[in-house]
Antibody
Framework: QEQLVESGGGLVKPGGSLRLSCAVSGFTFSDYYMSWIRQAPGKGLEWVSYISSSGNTIYYADSVKGRFTISRDNAKNSLYLQMNSLRAEDTAIYYC?????????WGQGTLVTVSS | DIQMTQSPSSLSASVGDRVTVTCQASQDVTNRLNWYQHKPGKAPNLLIYDASSLETGVPSRFSGSRSGTHFTFTISSLQPEDIATYYCQQFDYFPYTFGQGTKLEI
């Protein structure tokens, strides 16, 4: 059974950094593209970033380009999101997701709060 | 970026009702359009993929269709457990984009 478990969220000051992790099990991680998606409080879903199975192809939403970095470690079945220069508008639940048939499996999410 | 215009933003219906949500894409996304159900505190759940294919394990009262750039999501007979917010999403082009969501109430 596919499982995606995010960790690393928390409270951070504006301008600070945070690294999210996603531990995957129940499928062959190295075969699949992956994404991060977020939901700000009271708002809808916003796609954040995408990485190919090998890590060679990466895309970002304009809202995070230059500040966030997606990466993966196929040996550790793990996906990461390094978030720098955080802003109040980055406050959201961040979901790790498998990018097959669009997005077919999601984690439960980890909350990131950017506030002074 | 492709804009996904989803309507209505909220909907109140009764158990047993037929419920319809629509999504209009700003340009052709072929059939690369999914529908998700999202309940508070839970992971979003894929219901319909490729515009009209029912995800394994999803009840058959859920369905989707496509006419050009216009997409429709239907619940044929609303059940109490269907209370959630529903989103469409195109995955034909980056950035992937979601509709604004439809909050369904009974």
């Amino acid at each position: 059974q596919e499982q995606l478990v995010e960790s690393g969220g928390g409270l951070v000051k504006p301008g600070g950094s945070l690294r999210l992790s996603c531990a995957v099990s129940g499928f062959t991680f190295s075969d699949y593209y992956m994404s991060w998606i977020r939901q700000a409080p009271g708002k809808g879903l916003e796609w954040v970033s995408y990485i190919s199975s090998s890590g060679n192809t990466i895309y970002y939403a304009d809202s995070v380009k230059g500040r966030f970095t997606i990466s993966r470690d196929n040996a550790k079945n793990s996906l990461y999101l390094q978030m720098n220069s955080l802003r109040a508008e980055d406050t959201a639940i961040y979901y790790c997701a498998r990018a097959s048939r669009g997005i077919d499996y999601w984690g439960q999410g980890t909350l990131v709060t950017v506030s002074s | 970026d492709i804009q996904m215009t989803q309507s209505p933003s909220s909907l109140s219906a009764s158990v047993g009702d037929r419920v319809t949500v629509t999504c209009q894409a700003s340009q052709d996304v072929t059939n690369r359009l999914n529908w998700y159900q999202h309940k508070p505190g839970k992971a979003p759940n894929l219901l319909i993929y490729d515009a009209s294919s029912l995800e394994t394990g999803v009840p058959s009262r859920f369905s989707g269709s496509r006419s050009g750039t216009h997409f429709t999501f239907t619940i044929s007979s609303l059940q109490p457990e269907d209370i959630a917010t529903y989103y469409c999403q195109q995955f034909d082009y980056f950035p992937y984009t979601f509709g604004q969501g439809t909050k369904l109430e009974i």
